[in-house]
């Protein structure tokens, strides 16, 4: 690509960042028949898209602070992807435990008419008018059954160890996603086969170089190449700020909050959960959950402003604070620091905000504009805010304000377009460390997946990492299979493996 990339001397969109709101950018554009290329100074879904709480939901509590239009398009969003990509997005049956029948049936409305309190003390009451309007504004491409309350004795019994001071718990529905990371990259590649022209490469980085023009450079190689766009979005979520700098362009946009999860192997906690996620309210407020994710439990998250998403990392304190919200929950079970498998850390890519509460800035998204000035002959467009759920609406309103400016209109809808997934992979010899993956799952993934790293398959191509599997021996023997393909030499594979290693046993 990066090849074909220098054939090129100029393109219709430049895109920054590879993360689900830049790929799916890609994929509009690309089916409009407009030429692209998108470019992450890391891999692709390497930010927020690969480190949420990989949920895909209209947001419940969205409603507390009466953004209705949000929540109704998420709901929309979410319906649209279990139908529209269900190999990665199922329903979720959620469950709340409510310790009151009647605790802030007067909070609950002045937050909703605006005053600045912390949010916390829900009741029985207002989480089942909640959840009423909630299933009400989901009624729209309907996917999910409706919500109902459970007395104590049948919530204690269904779900072993869950906290006994209960009054009963609320049950609804919305979704979870196996695996974003691998949608981002699917929509990249298929936005590459329907506009030839397009190309989506990782590990680049852009600054602009002249009026109408932007470097862009390989940082496995060096090599720089030249790029005239008649247009660039900025796609990089919590980096927007940073991203613009380079572009010529100093903007203060965004605001974003670090949130760590912790993933947990623990039999008695997941067999607790069954198959429900349990979304639960802390003492001081701080909404947590905690779910099955396909043989052990995730659970988060924390919500800590932060300046920089480079430093963001899990400290301590988190881990403390998780795991004693999660001891809240479930004060039967025993659930201990060894039982972490692994630890991850995102920076949600929220609008900057005067709001002194964090659960209070909106998880809702605008597209800024930065018009030609004279140091730059070229637009650029920055995607801040939104979420994972809501990336197609984002994508979508963001095409249609380049399209314009390009002469261009919309020809292809993708409201009602399936997702791509991986091709079929014949069955063959198993990895001797990692029996659930052949050999061949491995080589393809290595030969079709624009991966430049080990780390690149074994964090966000797989979910390997995710599930704490990267043991020494398993990165070695991935790195051998990619190697040959690679040609990596001993001190290339080697120093894969420790990369690889590095980031299984990180916090970020």
Known sequence: MWQRLKGQTDCDVLILGGGVNGT???????????????????????GASSKSSRMIHGGLRYLENAEFRLVSESVLERNRLLKYAPHYVQPLKTTIPIISWFA?????????FGMNLKVGGRGAFIVKMGLTFYDILTCRLRQTPWNYLMGKKRSLREIPGLRGDIVCTATYWDAWISQPERLCVEMALEACRAQPECVALNYVEAQKLGADSVALTDTL????FTLRPKTVVNATGAWVDFA?????IDSRLMGGTKGSHLVI?????FNALGDRMIYYEHADGRICITFRFMDKVIMGSTDIRIQNPDDAACDDAEIDYMMTTLRGVFPDIEIARTDIVHIFCGVRPLMASGEGYTSKVSRSHFLAEHAPDGDRAFPVYSMVGGKLTTFRAFAEMTADKVLPVLGKTRTVSTADRPYPGRAPVAEGERLRT???YTVEEIRAIAQQELIAHLSDLTRRRSVITLLGQLTEATATELATIVGDIFGWDEPTRQNEIRLALQEAQGRS
Do not use: S, W, Y
Not at 104 to 112: E, H, N, S, V
Not at 244 to 248: Q, T
Not at 265 to 269: G, M, S
């Open 24 to 46: 799916g950018l890609l994929r509009e554009l690309a089916l409009q028949g407009v030429r692209c290329v998108l470019v992450d100074k890391a891999d692709f879904a390497a």
């Open 104 to 112: 802030g049936m007067i909070k609950a409305p002045l937050i909703f």
């Open 221 to 224: 190689t060096g090599e720089t």
């Open 244 to 248: 613009n700098r380079p572009m010529g």
């Open 265 to 269: 192997d623990n039999a008695a906690l």
């Open 434 to 436: 990692l029996p659930d």
